[in-house]
């Protein structure tokens, strides 16, 4: 058994400003947290009509029961002092730790998934909400389960933003090979197939994601036109014409050149995932031949690159 299955976890609360939560809530992931949820805390009543907002949220992150958490947590304590330096005008982050079994990581999701309209004609809702669509909506369904990927996180929504563009405005293309890294739920490929993919590959090394991501094909009926699989993407040999990673700027990095050669010409790489302060890093790596720029999607601190592989 790995440390992963004991069923236990480390729960870990972080009290912060506001402000940070998205930076804060973006280390913890690169940590190794396997989810991430934001609360706000009641606003406060004052002696007038009007109640104050809070001036700090939580930030609760659940990681695996395992040895390297003492090494995470000290390494949290190291980019909280870090923050509190940036930014000495807000109050500095705390946290707190508990070990827990098992959270109910069903009902945790449902506190924050609700129905939200992504991109013009994408909404992604979860499998216990209803959502009367119009004309023109594409719905997709999602139950998450343990896996990232709700349409939530603006990543996620600039993600499905960019598949939407390329696939419908791109008429040149006649059959769209897609490969999604690091699947999760199965969102961004689930995505692409809605939008009239015939092959779509999901990749994920986490062996939850991929059977979370099979369950969100099925709901869907999309199955037949994509394939989800428990491997890394050195495992995947076969070209593609839109390859889509919404991963961390440093998995993003050491990936580079496979994902490259992967792609076939004037096929398009969405690269998502990345805070504002790592934007340069990328695009040193990633601004270079064969690939050349097509867009850039922003939302608050977070980015998203849209890139062709030239003739």
């Not at 939560?21 to 396997?34: I, R, V």
């Not at 007038?48 to 090494?71: C, H």
Request: glycine share 6%; charged share 25%.
């Amino acid at each position: 058994m790995t440390e992963k299955d004991t069923g236990k976890w480390l729960k870990v609360e972080v009290l912060a400003h506001p402000e940070l939560m998205d930076a804060l809530g973006n280390f913890l992931t690169e940590s190794g947290a396997q989810g991430v949820f934001q609360e706000s805390l009641a606003p406060q009543q004052t002696e007038g009509d009007f109640p104050e907002p809070a001036d700090e949220d939580i930030l609760k992150a659940y990681f695996p029961d395992e040895s390297r958490n003492e090494k995470r947590l000290a390494a949290l304590q190291k980019y909280i002092n870090s923050l509190a330096e940036i930014f000495p005008n807000l109050a500095k982050p705390s946290f707190t730790t508990e070990t827990i079994c098992d959270p109910d990581w069903g009902e945790q999701w449902k506190k924050y998934f609700i129905p939200v309209r992504v991109s013009k004609n994408i909404v992604v809702k979860p499998t216990w909400e209803r959502y009367t669509p119009a004309s023109r909506d594409i719905v997709i369904e999602i139950d998450p389960g343990m896996a990232f990927g709700t349409g939530q996180h603006p990543s996620t929504r600039m993600c499905i933003e960019a598949i939407e563009d390329v696939i419908m405005n791109d008429r040149s293309i006649q059959e769209w090979k897609v490969l999604d890294v690091g699947c999760g739920t199965g969102i961004l490929g689930i995505t692409a197939a809605k939008m009239g993919a015939q092959d779509v590959i999901c990749i994920d090394n986490d062996k939850k994601a991929v059977e979370i991501a099979g369950e969100n094909a099925a709901i869907n009926n999309v199955q037949t036109s994509l394939r989800i699989l428990n491997k890394t993407a050195a495992a995947i040999d076969k070209k593609r014409n839109l390859i889509v990673a919404n991963l961390t700027s440093n998995l993003l990095i050491t990936l580079r050149p496979h994902l490259a050669e992967l792609l076939l010409p004037e096929g398009y790489l969405i690269i998502s995932g990345i805070i504002e302060q790592d934007a340069k890093r990328i695009e040193k790596e990633f601004f270079v031949a064969p690939l050349s720029l097509h867009r850039i999607i922003t939302e608050k601190e977070w980015v998203c690159y849209v890139l062709r592989r030239n003739p």
